[in-house]
């Protein structure tokens, strides 16, 4: 039996029979939880937080207990698991509505425009009304709701430039009028429909929307239209024959290259840390911290090491950690890039992470893979070096990096660079060591660049690689701490890629820097659609 499971519009989960039973609104809304983060285990306190929030009853813990049977008899019991400390949602993503959709649209992309608004169309026919519906009230879902209905309209404005580069300008106005009346502050249903006015030969009505649009802007925010919406009206009364056709160039295919590297094992795939601001925010209650400090992740673990000394603050991490071990589709994906790797005859990879935690370890080993880890040191005897882990053998420290070379070889296996330490999953915990306060970092920063510390053949590794960034935002100052201990003040030698949903007009004006491209893809969504590539390859 295959289930679906449905948010975008009212809850629904169906099987080939038909509808399946879901039960009263607190088991609907534990369900659409769980579905929210898929994959992934959610705490019994957050569940109850989201549930009943403040004022939940002595008997919430027993009442999630009873609608999670209830839910298990409905859906299966291998479908929801209990798992430390709480509980998973074990399906594909492909079971849920949602993530067919943002896969859908990161799949479009690179279609040429025919396929690409016929893909675009067959997503938005997902939509049965607005994202998580009946929760419109509940705290949990606002954000996802919010964030659906944005890529919703993305993908609808998509479609609608697809439709243009096709020459159905007359097929859209009347969609667009209808869109630029709901949302008269996006510029963008204004320029296309402009400039499908246009195309129909209806030039003043054309210029009659710039018009009206500068007249809402200056009087609702006071401002001017921005830069693109005013040179399309100055190129409408030049009549400049840009207009007239679609002059849009073939879209690059960026996979096509990205695979072709992976496969010539040239790219270092970097993940950063996951959840930061939940980790902030846990060891902020934890540890009673002060309302008035900002829950920044570096801030509240100074505040907790300066208060109560680094061992508690290590006791909370390693435990937070050492539980949050569940892979996620892009820890699963890594995972099965070796065996990929083999059957093409391409080394390993070298991985290089900012998580401390031991998911990526995790998908290895479920995926029988083996895996050297090399981790920074942050505190103890070996401050400031790396200890390097191969398969069944205790960590050892990296004294001498220079000559450290035929220890660690791609050729047999993959590599997991951990720049910020790592918890240490043996019961001494002897080395276990976290880049996480503010004195860390600026201790980190005092040392010579990474190249000097790192093993020799890693250090050569990274100055000669395509990078992959998968999902790091600019805000992430982490990252920039990153990038300059890998390359420098040195330029990028090899081309690289900053995979990132929505990334803002500063996030890219901060890749181009770096002359890395940035690439508007879900990331969750990208690497299935590598993993597709590389598969056909």
Known sequence: ????????????????????????????????????????????????????????????????????????????????????????????????????????????????????????????????????????????????????EELRLVVVGERIDADLELGRHGEVIGELEALSRDHPLRETFCMQLMLA???????????????????????????????ELKRLQSEILRHEAGLAISD??????????????????????????????????????????????PVDLARVSQYVATMQGSGPLYDELHSRFEAAVEPGPLHRFLARLPAMLRERGAPHQLIVTTNYDLALERAFENAGEELDIVAYVAAGPHRGRFWHRSPGDPPRPIDVPNTYATELDLERRTILLKLHGAVDPLPEREWESFVITEDDYIDYLGHSELAAVVPVSLAARLRR?????????MADWNLRLILNRIWGERPVGYRSWAVQRAPSPLARAFWRRFDVSALDVDPQSYVELLERRLEAA
């Not at 690689?465 to 935002?473: A, D, K, R, V």
């Open 1 to 148: 039996m295959t289930l679906e499971f449905r948010i975008l519009g009212p809850l629904e989960v169906s099987d080939e029979t038909g509808h399946v039973a879901l039960g009263g609104p607190k088991q609907r809304g534990l369900l659409a939880i769980l579905i929210l983060e898929a994959g992934r285990v959610v705490p019994t306190d957050q569940l109850i937080d989201q549930l009943w929030g403040e004022e939940a009853p002595r008997t919430a813990t027993a009442s999630l207990q009873n609608s999670v049977g209830r839910l298990r008899r409905a859906l299966g019991a291998d479908i929801l698991e209990t798992r430390a400390p709480g509980y998973v949602l074990g399906v594909d993503p492909d079971q849920i509505d949602a993530r067919r959709f943002e896969r859908a649209l990161a799949d479009a992309r690179r279609l040429p425009a025919e396929e690409r608004r016929d893909r675009l169309q067959a997503a938005l026919d997902l939509w049965r009304g607005p994202a998580l519906a009946e929760f419109a009230f509940d705290d949990f879902a606002q954000a996802e709701s919010r964030r659906l």
């Open 465 to 473: 690689s395509h990078f992959l960034f998968l999902g790091y935002e």
């Open 248 to 293: 849009e160039p073939a879209p690059t295919d960026e996979e096509g290259e990205i695979v072709k590297a992976i496969l010539g094992g040239r790219v270092v795939p970097v993940i950063g840390l996951d959840g930061a601001g939940d980790l902030a925010a846990h060891l902020a209650s934890a540890f009673d911290v002060p309302d008035g400090r």
């Open 197 to 227: 006015l246009y195309r129909a030969g209806r030039q003043a009505e054309s210029l009659e929307v710039y018009q009206d649009a500068r007249a809402r802007f200056i009087d609702e925010l006071g401002i001017e239209p921005g830069p």
